[in-house]
């Protein structure tokens, strides 16, 4: 497809989130969207030669099956019951209840309106003057992006006081 797209000089929209920019959550969900941001830029930077524009969309949390309490609960559950009695010392009983808990908290940072994601899509298909990271959501905007530029010792005091505390992590 690639030869198509410098003979038109189209463009490439590529979809990560505001997790390609900040380890929010474990797990493989943030590198593989580093992965893409890293994709994109170093796709964008072969592609200007040719008249490609390419363009990566970073929503921040949005109210699908991702961002689902009750599958998310499930998740955690089936998890627990895989876990070595030395890990569940370690974290606590009541550790999952409370990480969800703090979850529960952060449901104003949600975003209800889907058109937000697919706005950027069209304004990175159809502007004469597309640009380069789109930031879609509230969240992402005045919270995700400005924080992934802040010093790490900021980014860990604000991400770690929504972690649930751990009931005894010296316990091996």
């Excluded at 104003?108 to 697919?118: E, I, R, T």
């Excluded at 640009?131 to 980014?155: C, E, N, R």
């Amino acid at each position: 497809m690639l030869p198509l797209v410098k003979k038109a000089q189209g463009r490439v929209i590529n979809v990560s989130s505001v997790g390609g920019r900040l380890a929010i959550v474990g797990g493989g969900y943030t590198p593989s969207k580093y992965a893409v941001e890293g994709f994109n830029d170093s796709l964008r930077r072969d592609m200007k030669a040719f008249g490609v524009h390419v363009s990566c969309i970073e929503p921040g949390l949005f109210k699908t099956n991702l961002a689902d309490p009750v599958k998310t609960l499930e998740k955690k559950l089936a998890i627990w019951e895989q876990l070595s009695p030395d890990i569940k010392r370690q974290y606590g009983e009541g550790y999952i209840e409370k990480s969800l808990d703090k979850l529960k908290g952060n449901t104003s940072f949600v975003n209800m309106d889907l058109s937000l994601v697919v706005e950027c899509m069209d304004h990175a298909l159809t502007s004469l003057f597309p640009k380069t990271h789109y930031a879609a959501g509230k969240d992402a905007k005045i919270f995700w992006i400005p924080l992934s530029h802040m010093p790490a010792v900021l980014q860990d005091f604000l991400l770690l006081k929504q972690k649930a505390e751990l009931a005894n992590p010296k316990a091996v």
